[in-house]
């Protein structure tokens, strides 16, 4: 009898370890949030709020599930620091009405952050996933920015997280910016949208930049869109820095990949973007300039496609943009007709410099086309020949080396998209990417390794690593981000001389511009990676 008794004490004690254990690990947060949530999940059951004296740690692979349409102010300090390998992941529990633009059902409300004081710490959201941001709201507090509202404050970074499938009623379909200078580097914004098609007219399906000198940099912008100007990003009033993003496959009313407007003086280069298969409805595919007059430096901005007029770069309103060293080729109009600059009024005259624009002058559309009067300057009409699949100029390319002769006081970043030297014996090519040709070798040999080749580029599920070793070598194969920071290392071991082929997984990499490098004894090897 006693030793029945001892294990059924044992068993009921099992019991409440195991439930404890199971069920410890989730916590609920409501009204007055701060400290350190390091649990596996948080559900949100109200609105929540760090107040302004207050400080809130979320730990990396935190869940945070919002019950209902919830949102965090934030008026203290916010640092959600994820990792690569553990982001933290905010969310809804139920997404069952999120494409319904006149409920607030299926998303959570946003993270707000306004009018922080001097004396708070800087907020730091980094390695974070937002789903299902849905603000849903016709006031002005509510209804900006999908996943992430901030006014009144620079005391703010976001890095490397992810945005996808996020609403909002009005502008900034992830997220949304005003008076807000602040670092927006390194995150993927992938499939949200902004505005009503009948209400209002949203500007920024991924990011919208308002009155903030923000540097908006690295990011990748693909699927978002919006109903009035810009798919992937729109900025207005005020410029900002944009430099090394990629925008692929947005679509909006104007300025598909992104448009700027209404801005008195531009102080930023725009530079070393790439700019890809976007649509608008009724101009400017790719890019749209309006009352604003940017310098353009370095982009490639090709097989962008309008259902109405400006496949590739369109201005309105008395603009006067500067364009050196771009690559516009490949875009097209009216569904089909070949186009890359439409000029929508008699007084929008960009000036080119060093540009390889497919067709020339003659094939300039709208007004100010037909009456072209603006400086066209060493501009050449050649199929730029990219590399396959891919957008790095082919060895032949007549963009290699063809850009300005005079790079002095240009505000020429030193790496280009790809993070290559953007300048290479004192010249450099037109477009996003810098081709990099040894001066002593010429046979695609350098040192003991063949030029390392990398395929499908982009990529979204596999690539195959493709190199030649000339004699028997120890290498390492790893990844690195943008800015040179190793991430990953595919293999490390001895290899003999000869053909080698080596399949890599990229599940778990984040949509991106990456560096695959390959080091041997004698010699560093690189080559940039596209992520979709």
């Known amino acids: 009898m006693m030793n029945k008794k001892i294990i059924g004490l044992l068993a009921l004690a099992c019991f409440f370890f195991i439930h404890n254990f199971i069920w410890g690990t989730s916590i609920e947060a409501s009204g007055s949030v701060s400290g350190n949530w390091n649990v ?81 710490d800087t907020t730091q959201i980094s390695y974070c996933n937002f789903e299902y941001g849905k603000a849903m709201a016709e006031d002005s507090i509510h209804g900006y920015g999908g ?30 910016l005003e008076n807000a200078s602040i670092r927006v580097i390194g995150n993927s914004f992938e499939n949200n949208r902004c505005g009503q098609s009948q209400i209002y007219y949203g500007y920024g399906g991924g990011v919208c930049v308002d009155l ?96 109405g007029g400006g496949g590739g770069f369109y201005c309105k309103d008395s603009v006067v943009p500067i364009l050196f060293n771009n690559i516009i080729y490949g875009n097209t109009q009216y569904g089909g007709e070949i186009n890359q600059i439409y000029l929508w009024d008699n007084l929008s005259q960009p000036n080119f410099y060093y540009n390889d624009i497919q067709g020339g002058i003659v094939n300039f559309a709208g007004t100010g086309g037909d009456d072209f009067i603006g400086k066209y300057v060493n501009n050449i009409d050649q199929d730029p020949f990219f590399e396959e699949d891919t957008y790095f ?40 990417y810098e081709k990099q040709i040894p001066n002593s070798i010429f046979n695609d040999k350098i040192d003991n390794i063949s030029v390392l080749k990398v395929y499908p580029n982009p990529a979204h599920i596999e690539v195959q690593i493709d190199f030649e070793l000339l004699v028997s070598e120890h290498i390492i194969l790893f990844i690195t981000n943008m800015k040179g920071v190793t991430l990953d290392k595919i293999c490390e071991k001895n290899m003999h001389a000869g053909h080698h082929k080596i399949n890599w997984d990229l599940k778990n990499f984040k949509s991106g511009s990456y560096i695959l490098a390959l080091q041997t004894s004698k010699a560093l090897l690189t080559q940039p990676i596209i992520i979709k």
């Open 212 to 307: 903030s000198e923000a540097i908006i940099e690295q990011n990748y912008f693909r699927g978002n869109s919006s109903t009035g100007i810009g798919g992937g990003l729109c900025v207005r009033f005020v410029d900002c820095l944009i430099v090394h993003n990629i925008f692929e496959d947005n679509f909006s009313a104007l300025g598909g990949g992104f448009g700027i407007l209404h801005i008195d003086t531009c102080n930023y280069v725009i530079n070393n973007n790439l700019i890809i298969n976007n649509g608008s409805q009724f101009f400017g595919a790719g890019i749209s300039n309006g009352d604003c007059s940017p310098t353009y430096l370095n982009n490639t901005i090709v097989n962008n496609n309008c259902l």
């Open 393 to 432: 100029p082919a060895l032949l390319s007549p963009c290699i080396n063809s850009g300005s002769v005079d790079t002095v006081g240009m505000m020429i970043p030193e790496l280009d998209l790809a993070g290559k030297t953007r300048i290479v014996d004192d010249t450099i090519d037109m477009g996003a």
């Open 40 to 120: 596996d999940t948080v559900n949100v059951i109200s609105d929540i709020e760090i107040a302004q004296s207050e400080i809130l740690n979320i730990g990396e692979g935190v869940t945070i599930i919002f019950q209902g349409p919830y949102s965090l102010q934030v008026k203290g300090c916010l640092k959600a620091l994820g990792s690569f390998e553990n982001p933290i992941l905010f969310s809804i529990y139920d997404t069952t009405g999120f494409q319904n633009d006149t409920i607030t059902n299926g998303g959570w409300k946003h993270v707000r952050i306004e009018n922080l004081s001097s004396e708070v």
């Open 147 to 176: 996943a992430i509202c901030i006014r009144n404050t620079n005391r703010v970074s976001i890095t490397n997280c992810n945005f996808k499938n996020n609403y909002a009623f009005f502008s900034g379909g992830a997220v949304y």
